[in-house]
């Protein structure tokens, strides 16, 4: 806990200015979920709605201790990195409508887009693969001398997948900038982690490479922050990764197709208690004497934001069907 000059505390190093960012994110996240499913019950999507309900604080609160140059790999349920590095709520909305003006010219309908300017590659659907590659460009990197580290998500289910061990090996032995982040939100599609692992940490892994492993809460945003800046840190000087299990509840079902029946409704309920938004909201009311009219006022900038993006999307036309084939390899 550090003191600014007012005397005032504040967690992790942070301004109040920044806190408020941090609470805008957090809701933005949720915020841009809630359209997202409404757009998808509505039929407007072409591709399915994957939520991060339950997560936002593992997302906003890692990604939030990038610089800009490095590079974020993100996973399916981190829409709240995306917008942290610096997406905006256009493309987000663009690409979820599969708009020809989107990043992928309306070639897909979810997150699996490139945007190199920002350093945002998400995601290669197969489970795991992407770790291989978030791994090469943290060689890339360093190869080019550019001092950036890299960002990389992976779930509960998916770091059972032999890619997991392969890219955390190489990172490890090489010494490489890369942080990984196993979002442990108890359930892979409708198999609970107890049917996953025999071991009862997921970080314990760790020390199978010789890095160092933590285990954090993932509905603490400022917890979440902390463990990865000190890891991004460690990263940046040279000294290797770190694997970081982020505990959370996925509150919501695989995507939008799932009504997560399997989940028993209790465990769904001690999660709810821990919500991420607020509990953090909590946190700047009793700390940072947050006011009703702060809140209310990021609200409707919230609001208005989804809603320029949203009607800007649906402004933009769908892909021609003549220009299916551009942009494939080979015919
Ligand atoms: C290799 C592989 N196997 C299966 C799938 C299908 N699939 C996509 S997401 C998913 C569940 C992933 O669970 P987890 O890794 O825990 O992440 P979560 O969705 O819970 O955030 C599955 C089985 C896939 N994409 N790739």
């Given at each position: 806990m550090q003191k600014d000059e007012t005397g005032q505390k504040h967690p992790a190093g942070l301004t109040r200015e920044q806190l408020l960012e941090l609470y805008y994110y957090l809701?933005?996240?949720?915020?841009?979920?809630?359209?997202?499913?409404?757009l998808y019950k509505q039929g407007k999507m072409v591709g399915g709605a994957y939520t991060g309900n339950g997560n936002e604080a593992t997302a906003?609160?890692?990604s939030y201790a990038l610089r800009r140059e490095d590079y974020l790999f993100p996973m399916h349920r981190d829409l709240g990195a995306h917008?942290?590095?610096?997406q905006s709520l256009r493309n987000i909305f663009f690409q979820q409508l599969g708009r020809a003006?989107?990043?992928?010219?309306?070639?897909?309908g979810t997150g699996h887009y490139a945007d190199p300017e920002l350093r945002i590659y998400g995601n290669v659907?197969?489970?795991?693969?992407m770790i291989p590659v978030a791994v090469g460009a943290a060689l890339a990197s360093r190869m080019k001398k550019q001092n950036a580290v890299v960002l990389n998500y992976i779930g509960d289910g998916g770091c059972n997948v032999g890619d997991f061990h392969e890219g955390l090996n190489m990172a490890a032995v090489m010494k490489l900038p890369f942080v990984l982040i196993v979002e442990n939100n108890q359930f892979a599609y409708s198999t609970p982690v107890a049917r996953q692992h025999a071991a009862a940490r997921i970080s314990d892994r760790a020390a199978g490479y010789g890095i160092p492993g933590f285990t954090i809460d993932g509905t603490d945003v400022l917890q979440v922050f902390e463990t990865t800046r000190t890891a991004v840190e460690r990263a940046r000087r040279g000294e290797g990764p770190t694997l970081i299990e982020s505990v959370t509840m996925r509150m919501h079902g695989h995507s939008a197709s799932d009504d997560a029946s399997y989940v028993p409704g209790d465990l769904l309920e001690s999660w709810r208690s821990k919500d991420p938004l607020a509990r953090f909201e909590a946190v700047l009311v009793s700390g940072y004497s947050l006011t009703t009219a702060e809140k209310e006022s990021t609200g409707q900038r919230i609001h208005d934001e989804i809603e320029e993006a949203i009607h800007a999307a649906m402004e933009d036309p769908a892909p021609l069907p003549e220009t299916a084939t551009e942009g494939v390899y080979a015919l």
């Amino acid at each position: 806990m550090q003191k600014d000059e007012t005397g005032q505390k504040h967690p992790a190093g942070l301004t109040r200015e920044q806190l408020l960012e941090l609470y805008y994110y957090l809701r933005l996240t949720r915020a841009c979920d809630d359209a997202i499913l409404r757009l998808y019950k509505q039929g407007k999507m072409v591709g399915g709605a994957y939520t991060g309900n339950g997560n936002e604080a593992t997302a906003v609160g890692s990604s939030y201790a990038l610089r800009r140059e490095d590079y974020l790999f993100p996973m399916h349920r981190d829409l709240g990195a995306h917008l942290v590095k610096g997406q905006s709520l256009r493309n987000i909305f663009f690409q979820q409508l599969g708009r020809a003006g989107s990043l992928t010219r309306g070639r897909d309908g979810t997150g699996h887009y490139a945007d190199p300017e920002l350093r945002i590659y998400g995601n290669v659907s197969h489970l795991a693969a992407m770790i291989p590659v978030a791994v090469g460009a943290a060689l890339a990197s360093r190869m080019k001398k550019q001092n950036a580290v890299v960002l990389n998500y992976i779930g509960d289910g998916g770091c059972n997948v032999g890619d997991f061990h392969e890219g955390l090996n190489m990172a490890a032995v090489m010494k490489l900038p890369f942080v990984l982040i196993v979002e442990n939100n108890q359930f892979a599609y409708s198999t609970p982690v107890a049917r996953q692992h025999a071991a009862a940490r997921i970080s314990d892994r760790a020390a199978g490479y010789g890095i160092p492993g933590f285990t954090i809460d993932g509905t603490d945003v400022l917890q979440v922050f902390e463990t990865t800046r000190t890891a991004v840190e460690r990263a940046r000087r040279g000294e290797g990764p770190t694997l970081i299990e982020s505990v959370t509840m996925r509150m919501h079902g695989h995507s939008a197709s799932d009504d997560a029946s399997y989940v028993p409704g209790d465990l769904l309920e001690s999660w709810r208690s821990k919500d991420p938004l607020a509990r953090f909201e909590a946190v700047l009311v009793s700390g940072y004497s947050l006011t009703t009219a702060e809140k209310e006022s990021t609200g409707q900038r919230i609001h208005d934001e989804i809603e320029e993006a949203i009607h800007a999307a649906m402004e933009d036309p769908a892909p021609l069907p003549e220009t299916a084939t551009e942009g494939v390899y080979a015919l």
